[in-house]
C-alpha cells in the first residue's frame, strides 16, 4: 500500500499542471491589439441598438486584427458603468492599419449614416505599452 501512495504522490507533483505555479516575471499575457479603439455609442432611440450592432460587425468585415460590438453585459456589479446603448471594440497590429480603418469607405459610411442618431459618442483608443515600447526599440 505505502509504494502505492508513494507512486501517486510522485505522479501529483510531476504531471504538468498539477500542484501550484510560480509567479514567472517573463509571462507575457496574450493581448488583443498594438492599438485598441473602443467606442461608445449613445443612440436617440436605443431600439436603434441591433442596426448599429450589426453595421459595426459588417465594419469589422474588412481588415482589423479582431473586434466585437454589443450592448452592456449587466452581472449586476453597480460599479460598471453601463451609460451607453452599444459598445464597439477593434484591434489593429500597427498605427498603419488603424489610419486605413479611419479612411475605410466602411468606417466613413457608417460614421455618415449613423452620426444624425447619437445623441453621444465617446472614443477611447488605448495603446499596448508594452508592445509600443518593443516596436520602437527595433
Known amino acids: 500500500m505505502k509504494p502505492l501512495l508513494l507512486i501517486c504522490a ?4 510531476a504531471l504538468p499542471g498539477c500542484g501550484y505555479k510560480t509567479y514567472d ?22 431600439a436603434d441598438a441591433e442596426e ?7 465594419l469589422l468585415s474588412f481588415n482589423p486584427k479582431s473586434g466585437y460590438a454589443g ?5 449586476g456589479r453597480s460599479s460598471v458603468i453601463s451609460d451607453y446603448d ?11 492599419e488603424y489610419r486605413a480603418y479611419i479612411e475605410h469607405p466602411k468606417h466613413i459610411a457608417l460614421v455618415e449614416k449613423w452620426k444624425s442618431q ?10 499596448d505599452d508594452r508592445l509600443l515600447r518593443s516596436m520602437s526599440d527595433q
Open 10 to 13: 510522485l505522479l501529483l507533483f
Open 25 to 46: 516575471p517573463g509571462w507575457i499575457p496574450p493581448t488583443t491589439g498594438v492599438i485598441n479603439h473602443v467606442v461608445f455609442f449613445d443612440l436617440q432611440d436605443p
Open 52 to 58: 448599429l450592432i450589426a453595421d459595426c460587425y459588417d
Open 71 to 75: 450592448r452592456h453585459y449587466d452581472i
Open 86 to 96: 452599444v459598445g464597439f471594440f477593434v484591434a489593429f497590429n500597427s498605427e498603419e
Open 118 to 127: 447619437w445623441d453621444s459618442i465617446r472614443v477611447y483608443d488605448v495603446g
